[in-house]
């Protein structure tokens, strides 16, 4: 049977918003209902995990786990559905912008509303739909949307305004930081189907990464997060395929694989000239791969994470 992400995390948006004030976190509206995670409000780490565990649709768990001494706080994230829960709900695949100039806004919606508008040809290659009277769309941003996107969103998943949920996670904010560096599965997954690796293959999924301080502005905020996963974040996949694809898989999977490795994501970001693009994909990925193929019991690896180079990053941010 297929699982409905929207019903699965239904009830998880539903606790969130019943624990605002315990979380730290702002609600308001009743149609569609917002969020704020960070922008008016102080959030906090509790707060992000749970967003994550929406962003992945029900389908996966976040915890808070002990690091090591160099790093004490990681983040620990499963699901024995990574292909639904990490690329066709956490990925932040949907560009909603409005505006040019100044007044533009733009920001990457996540969550399983994407699973309702299908807008991106992923769907498609994944082979879900999904259909229910209440979503959630998670956008990593400092500033509301406009109701132009708004109505867009609510339009193209077919919701009424009471059935969407909107939260709003500043990067630079606890909850924020939390919910992208809960991301470091969602990214081997996605860099596994830039690679051409079929997702559906992997039966199941763990990743790791540590858990930075937040930056004091987004810029810095962003390489943190990034880093995290770059330098420090960890796979390990199952798959159901043939043992050179498998393998070929891990070998290519680790960030190591791209010439930018090495370099502090913030540092790339502004030789890029600030354009998201024109970085190099295959730079975004975890550290170390770990794959065990199911159908012949073997295991590979690549890739390892260089805890000294992320700390040096970190501690030598202002």
Not at 148 to 170: E, F, N, Q, R, S
Not at 196 to 225: E, H, I, N, Q, S
Not at 279 to 298: E, K, T, Y
Request: proline fraction near 6%; charged fraction near 20%.
């Amino acid at each position: 049977m297929t699982p409905s992400l929207n019903a699965l995390a239904a009830p998880l948006a539903a606790s969130l918003r019943a624990d605002a004030d315990l979380l730290r976190l702002k609600v308001s509206g009743d149609g569609p209902i917002v969020v704020d995670a960070g922008i008016d409000c102080l959030g906090g780490i509790e707060a992000g995990r749970r967003i994550a565990e929406i962003c992945l649709g029900g389908l996966g768990r976040v915890r808070v786990t002990a690091g090591g001494n160099d790093w004490p706080l990681q983040l620990t994230v499963t699901s024995s559905r990574p292909a639904l829960a990490c690329l066709a709900s956490q990925y932040a695949g949907w560009s909603l912008a409005h505006g040019e100039g100044q007044q533009a806004w733009f920001s990457l919606g996540s969550g399983p509303v994407r699973a309702l508008a299908r807008k991106e040809e992923l769907f498609a290659e994944l082979g879900y739909a999904d259909r229910h009277d209440a979503s959630v769309l998670v956008l990593e941003t400092d500033k509301p949307p406009p109701q132009a996107v708004v109505d867009k969103v609510l339009a193209d998943a077919g919701l009424a305004p009471a059935g969407l949920t909107i939260v709003l996670t500043p990067t630079r904010s606890l909850a924020g930081t939390t919910q992208v560096v809960a991301r470091v599965l969602e990214v081997a997954l996605h860099k596994a189907h830039t690679l051409g690796f079929d997702p559906r293959a992997v039966v199941d999924g763990m990743g790791t990464a540590p858990l930075p301080t937040p930056g004091r502005d987004f810029l810095t905020a962003m390489a943190r997060t990034n880093d995290a996963i770059l330098y420090g974040g960890a796979v390990q996949l199952l798959v159901d395929c043939d043992d050179d694809a498998a393998e070929t898989l891990c070998r290519r999977l680790p960030s190591s694989c791209s010439p930018d490795h090495g370099r502090s994501f913030g540092e790339l970001f502004k030789a890029a000239g600030h354009d998201f693009y024109k970085l190099d994909p295959m730079l975004f990925a975890p550290a170390r791969a770990v794959v065990g193929n199911l159908r012949s019991g073997r295991t590979f690896t690549a890739g390892a994470m260089d805890r000294e180079r992320l700390l040096g990053f970190w501690l030598g941010q202002p």
